[in-house]
């Protein structure tokens, strides 16, 4: 009779467990969604103010008649950094917010990275001199990949660009793609290496999720939002590989992804 009397015990408690969750599951999840809408319709809102501001800072610093003191010259440059600054970030929570809500499409074909990855090193080539740093690419295989090109050109923007920004003046950056066999077929490597800063263990996993910077002071002079690498995983898991980070602080980093291929 005991056992009887547990049983049925046991069995109200779990239904009422399983009643509480269901209640209290549904309106986390509505309010999620809400989240994601509000940064979505927030986003796309900010937009078109965002493209006003800069076609205007634009014309003002274009006007022949328009003699400005050197200081307003500055202001107004400063005004344009910022301006281009929050564009991004007003991008990038948009391409977030689509991506959780699956609204982004990808347009998968094959194709070949290497000259893609050219074009990357070249447009971030001035970045780098700028610092004195030395970009460098290897293609040790160059074997077509099949993915969606202008998500994986992001990627490996995002990445390169990072390794740029977080490493001190003179070092070096190479980017390495290869292909490698695994248990489960051929695999596409990405990998992005630099003498930077380096990442502290317990901060590796971190640096993925949204806004996420590590030591904020020391970031605050690095331009960013702490996005770029959340929508770096994002595209990853899109194409069903993996990104991992190995770091050293004060020695370097190295990103790198893998993609079946
Ligand atoms: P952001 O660069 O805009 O801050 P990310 O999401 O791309 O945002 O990166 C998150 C954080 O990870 C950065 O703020 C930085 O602290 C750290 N990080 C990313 N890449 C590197 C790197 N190559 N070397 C050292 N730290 C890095």
């Not at 003191?69 to 564009?87: G, N, P």
């Not at 994986?152 to 390169?160: E, G």
């Not at 070092?171 to 390495?176: E, L, Q, R």
């Not at 630099?194 to 901060?203: F, L, P, Q, S, Y």
């Amino acid at each position: 009779v005991l056992i009887g009397i547990s049983f049925v015990f046991l069995l109200v408690a779990a239904g009422a467990a399983h009643i509480l969750a269901g209640r209290t599951m549904i309106p986390l999840k509505r309010s999620f969604s809400r989240q994601r809408e509000f940064v979505a319709d927030a986003s796309h809102e900010l937009r078109t103010p965002l493209t006003v501001l800069r076609t205007s800072a634009d014309a003002i610093a274009r006007d022949d008649k328009n003699v400005m003191s050197s200081f307003s010259q500055l202001v107004l440059a400063d005004m344009k950094d910022e301006i281009h600054k929050m564009t991004g970030i007003v991008s990038d929570l948009l391409t977030l917010a689509r991506a959780d809500a699956g609204a982004i499409e990808l347009f998968k074909e094959r194709f070949d990275f290497a000259p893609e990855a050219e074009r990357i090193i070249r447009m971030l080539e001035p970045s780098a001199e700028e610092k004195n740093i030395q970009l460098f690419l290897q293609i040790y295989h160059a074997n077509a990949i099949y993915g969606d090109k202008e998500r994986l050109s992001q990627l490996l923007t995002i990445l390169v660009d990072n390794s740029i920004k977080y490493t001190p003046r003179g070092g070096t950056v190479i980017v390495a793609l290869a292909v490698e066999e695994s248990d489960s077929g051929s695999l596409f490597r990405i990998s992005v290496s630099d003498t930077g800063v380096g990442i502290e263990a317990e901060h590796q996993q971190q640096i993925f999720e949204r806004f996420f910077r590590v030591d904020q002071n020391r970031s605050r002079d690095t331009s960013g939002s702490g996005l770029g690498l959340a929508i770096a995983q994002w595209i990853v898991e899109a194409h069903n590989g993996k990104i991992t980070v190995s770091s050293e602080p004060g020695k370097g980093s190295t990103f790198a992804v893998s993609i079946p291929m």
